[in-house]
Every structure is written in C-alpha cells, then in structure tokens.
C-alpha cells in the first residue's frame, strides 16, 4: 500500500511539473489567469482606469503569482531581438494601471510575441520614462497648433478670434 501511495504522489508531481513546464513554455508566468481582454474573446469588460494619471487601458490577461500581479500584453509577430520600446512603454502602462487598480504594484509584466517571451522588470526608471512620456502627450494635447494660413480675413471672420493667440488683423 505503501507503494502505491508514493507512486501516486510522484505521478501527482510529476504533473505538476508537467503543468508548469507547459505554462512557461506558453510565455506565461506560472500562475492563475485572473484577466483575460474581452475584446479578443469576444466578451465585455471594463478596460483598466488611473484617475490620477487620467489612463485607461486593457491588457492581454493579468496573472495573478504568489508574489503579485503580472499584466501580459500579447503580440502576433515575431519577438524582435529585444522588445521594442513602445512595446514596453504600453506593458509599463499596463503595470500602472494595475497597480491603480488592484492597489499592487507590480514588479514586472510580459511581453508575449508569437516566438518567445520577455519578462520586463517595472522598474522605478521605467515608471519615470512613462511618466515623462504621458506629461509629453498631455503638453502636446495643450498646445495650439500652428496657423496654417496667412489671412487676416479668415481670421477676422473666426470664431476663436477672441482667444485665439495667433490671430492676424
Ligand atoms: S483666429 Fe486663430 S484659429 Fe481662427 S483662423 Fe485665425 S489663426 Fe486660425
């Protein structure tokens, strides 16, 4: 009886062992699927919101570890030598909105492409990079653009004339 309890037992971990190997080798962390993006399944759900840094967005699936969250951002072609930065800068948007989300800052999150798979560190320099990228996009969403004509009657005839900076008379 003995026997066949250790057998079982190894065959148990042998299993697992199995289930593991076959998860890392799908680029996925081991651990439970907790998010999957609807969009690609077909489903509805909420994209992830940040008040504070006013950004919104879904990622791929968010497992969930021991140690935390991972957001995983899937993409079909084949992995590059190394990610691409605007690859990651979207994944460390992603970590953002986890960690506003869930209350969890991860450490890392995933970029998955069709071959191969990269773990990126959330690291506190990466954070800054995003930070300086979304006060970049805010700035340019502030600023004017440039006049494109050289009419001081178009102007005159404007509605934004009164407020308008670049205004000819
Ligand atoms: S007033 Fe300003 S917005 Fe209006 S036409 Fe002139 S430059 Fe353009």
Not at 38 to 48: A, F, I, V
Not at 87 to 96: G, K, P, R, S
């Amino acid at each position: 009886m003995i026997y066949l309890i250790s057998l079982l037992l190894v065959i148990g971990l042998v299993l697992l062992w199995l289930g593991g190997r076959r998860q890392l080798a799908s680029g996925l962390p081991l651990g439970r699927v907790v998010y999957i993006d609807t969009e690609r399944l077909g489903r509805l759900k909420q994209p992830l919101y940040d008040p504070v840094h006013d950004l919104a967005g879904q990622p791929d699936y968010i497992v969930e570890k021991p140690d935390g969250l991972v957001p995983v951002e899937v993409k079909s072609g084949r992995a590059p030598l190394s990610p691409y930065r605007s690859h990651v800068l979207q994944l460390a948007a992603y970590c953002m909105l986890v960690h506003a989300s869930y209350g969890e800052r991860p450490t890392y999150g995933i970029l998955k492409y069709a071959d191969r798979a990269f773990a990126m560190d959330y690291s506190s320099s990466l954070e800054n990079e995003l930070l300086d990228l979304l006060a970049e996009i805010r700035r340019a969403e502030r600023r004017t653009p440039d006049r494109s004509h050289h009419s001081a009657n178009r102007c005159r005839a404007c509605g934004y004339l009164q407020v308008c900076d670049q205004a000819l008379d």
